[in-house]
C-alpha cells in the first residue's frame, strides 16, 4: 500500500466510508469516460500522449480509492492471496505459459470453469 495507511485512515475518519464510497464510484466513472473517449477517437491501440496521460491520471485516482477501502476493510493479505489466484487461473485458462505457479500458497487449487 506504499506506506500510506496512515493517510487512508485519516481520510476515511475525516469524510467517512460513505463519502469515500460515492468517491470511489465518482473515480470509476471518470477512468470508464477517459477509456471510451481514447478508444472512440483512436482505438486504444493508438491513443496520443496526453490520452495515456489521462488514463494513467484516472487510473492513479481508481488504485488509491480501491486501496483506501482494501485498507478500510483490513483484506491487505486477502486481496494479495486472491490476485494471485486469479492470476494464475487467467494464466492458465488463456494459455499463457508463465510459472505463475509459483505465487500460489502451496494449498491452493486452481478450479476449472466450464
Not at 493517510?7 to 476515511?12: C, H, Q, R
Not at 489521462?54 to 482494501?70: S, T, W
Request: negative net charge; without cysteine; hydrophobic residues 40%.
Amino acid at each position: 500500500m506504499n506506506g500510506s495507511k496512515e493517510l487512508y485512515d485519516f481520510l476515511m475518519h475525516k469524510y467517512g466510508a460513505y463519502a469515500q464510497l460515492l468517491m470511489l464510484f465518482e473515480e470509476q466513472a471518470e477512468l470508464n469516460v477517459e477509456l471510451l473517449k481514447a478508444n472512440r477517437a483512436t482505438g486504444l491501440q493508438l491513443i496520443t500522449n496526453e490520452q495515456r496521460m489521462r488514463i494513467a491520471d484516472e487510473l492513479a485516482d481508481n488504485f488509491i480509492m480501491l486501496e483506501q477501502f482494501v485498507n478500510f476493510f483490513k483484506l491487505e493479505s486477502e486481496v494479495d492471496l486472491t490476485m494471485q489466484y486469479k492470476l494464475e487461473r487467467v494464466a492458465q485458462r488463456s494459455g499463457y505459459n508463465e510459472p505463475y505457479k509459483d505465487l500460489l500458497p502451496s494449498n491452493a487449487k486452481i478450479e476449472e470453469v466450464e
